[in-house]
């Protein structure tokens, strides 16, 4: 990573977070970890888009705690559940200052050195969408593993099963010659969803997220079909998966009992708020 020197004029971000009911201190993780590891000419501002949460330490606390930063965090609320998709449209509306968005959900933590790796590619081809290589939290140690589905260096492109289950592959040797060096970024067919960034009129260009979409699980498509995907090495983010497989705030929302989270470390079942059709 020594060798690579980036242009000091990259372009500015607005970084969008949407959650629902999220723990305060992985919330607060994410938050504290863009803060600290962005350089300050880059990071236009954090959207926080809060999904409709009836949680008691995301309301006043929050909008106290969130002060300290003097506006450079900014806080909206949905006055009705969205959906995790269409909150993330509703963060590029508000997300204005920023010439790129960075998508983040809101239980990860970037990595020192990340941002120019992420943004450069964008600078150079507006047209591209930058996905980051994405290591695990241990939800209850906290350290650091990497992701399996790769390579023996560890690089893996993102891909689909006959299921329609996206998925991580191993780099191929048609990629791999393509590259320089190691820390090159490569392309892949697809993208998990979750941490990207992306040009923000380009993203307007594209029509956003459609309109159907609501919960995860559909909107890596869309966007993988749109777009080029180029992932980065050069910086490394974490993320903690989620413990709950199914939920939802109120009874309106009718779901079917199905494999929500194929891996069977992470499924948790939430049954109060299921109901029979």
């Known amino acids: ?17 949407v959650f629902h009911n999220e723990g305060w201190s992985t919330l607060m993780r994410t938050i504290h970890s863009v803060i600290k590891r962005t350089p300050s000419r880059y990071l236009a501002e954090i959207v926080m888009i809060d999904d409709f949460s009836n949680k008691e330490h995301l309301k006043e606390r929050l909008v106290d705690y969130i002060k300290q930063w003097n506006g ?31 998508y983040l959900d809101a239980h990860c933590e970037v990595g020192v ?25 241990n939800g209850q140690s906290y350290t650091m593993e990497p992701q399996g589905g ?18 991580r592959v191993p780099l191929g040797d048609k990629e791999k010659k393509r590259r320089k060096t190691q820390t090159e970024p490569y392309r892949s067919p697809a993208m998990a969803g979750g941490l990207f960034a992306i040009e923000r ?12 979409l609501q919960i995860w699980g559909g909107e890596n498509f869309e966007i993988s079909y749109k777009v080029d995907i180029e992932f980065k090495d050069l910086h490394r983010f974490t993320h903690m998966p989620t413990g709950k497989c199914l939920d939802r705030s109120d009874l309106l929302h009718k779901v079917f009992i199905a494999d929500c989270d194929n891996s069977k470390t992470t499924q948790k079942w939430e049954m109060n708020n299921i109901v029979a059709v």
Not at 75 to 98: D, V
């Open 1 to 17: 990573c020594k060798y690579w020197h980036y242009d000091d004029r990259l372009m500015t971000s607005s970084v969008v977070i």
């Open 113 to 137: 050195n990340w941002y120019a790796p992420l943004v450069a590619p964008i600078s150079k081809d507006r047209t591209v969408s930058t996905v980051p290589l994405i290591d695990s939290i």
């Open 201 to 212: 009129d380009f993203f307007f260009e594209l029509g956003l997220y459609d309109p159907g």
């Open 150 to 167: 790769g390579d023996e260096d560890g690089f893996a492109r993102g891909a689909w099963d006959w299921s329609m289950l996206w998925k």
């Open 72 to 102: 450079l965090v900014k806080l909206f609320r949905n006055e009705k559940r969205e959906g995790l998709i269409q909150a993330r449209s509703i963060g590029a509306l508000k997300a204005t200052k920023g010439q790129v968005l960075i």
